[in-house]
T-cell receptor, first 114, second 110 residues
Framework: DSGVTQTPKHLITATGQRVTLRCSPR?????VYWYQQSLDQGLQFLIQ???????AKGNILERFSAQQFPDLHSELNLSSLELGDSALYFC?????????????FGQGTRLTVV | DAKTTQPNSMESNEEEPVHLPCNHS???????IHWYRQLPSQGPEYVIH???SNVNNRMASLAIAEDRKSSTLILHRATLRDAAVYYC???????????FGTGTRLQVFP
């Protein structure tokens, strides 16, 4: 158990809908990362927050948005969903905003858009 | 961001050592070298990281070239559970970007 909790584990929704994925980081971890992994594809970095502020942005679509709350949990909002958004979405947390600490990943949310 | 080059795939037999190479010739002096792995249907997990010196932990060893342009992850005795995609990721100390490349898919045979 990495200590990072993602909910829900599975989500099935229709095209055009909006969903919210939730990530609870390890206790005390200030950094949260979001990644998308389509079937048999690599991990695409979406966005990162550090202590409530956006720290880095990757290939995140305009239909997607995220935030990190004062209690450090994070939510990834996906709207106007398309079939191609079906993927595993992972979140990770890290203690500090430094490159010499390890990141811990959740087990992911599997999103299926039908 | 430093770019990395890893073989697409490697094979090993169970209980044999495995050496997974990574080329990161554009790495900067303050970049740590991290290794993560992703087992099938799971989230990535941290394996090891280092800066200049070789590093050991319970999972693996990391050998870093003297010029830091390459590194090798060493699994001393591969098990079936080590079958995964292994990612080498340079990470700058003052930022904490974590960008995954394509990694090396390791197959372990009984």
């Amino acid at each position: 158990d990495s200590g990072v909790t993602q909910t829900p584990k599975h989500l099935i929704t229709a095209t055009g809908q909006r969903v919210t994925l939730r990530c609870s980081p390890r206790s005390g971890d200030l950094s949260v990362y979001w990644y998308q992994q389509s079937l048999d594809q690599g991990l695409q970095f979406l966005i990162q927050y550090y202590n409530g502020e956006e720290r880095a942005k990757g290939n995140i679509l305009e239909r997607f948005s995220a935030q990190q709350f004062p209690d450090l949990h994070s939510e990834l909002n996906l709207s106007s969903l398309e079939l191609g958004d079906s993927a595993l979405y992972f979140c990770a947390s890290r203690a500090l905003g430094q490159g010499n600490t390890e990141a811990f990943f959740g087990q992911g949310t599997r999103l299926t858009v039908v | 961001d430093a770019k990395t080059t890893q073989p697409n795939s490697m094979e090993s037999n169970e209980e044999e050592p495995v050496h997974l190479p990574c080329n990161h010739s554009t790495i900067s002096g303050t970049d740590y070298i991290h290794w993560y792995r992703q087992l099938p249907s799971q989230g990535p997990e941290y394996v090891i990281h280092g800066l200049t010196s070789n590093v050991n932990n319970r999972m693996a060893s990391l050998a870093i070239a003297e010029d830091r342009k390459s590194s090798t992850l060493i699994l001393h005795r591969a098990t079936l559970r080590d079958a995964a995609v292994y990612y080498c990721i340079p990470t700058t100390y003052n930022t904490d970007k974590l960008i995954f490349g394509t990694g090396t898919r390791l197959q372990v045979f009984p």
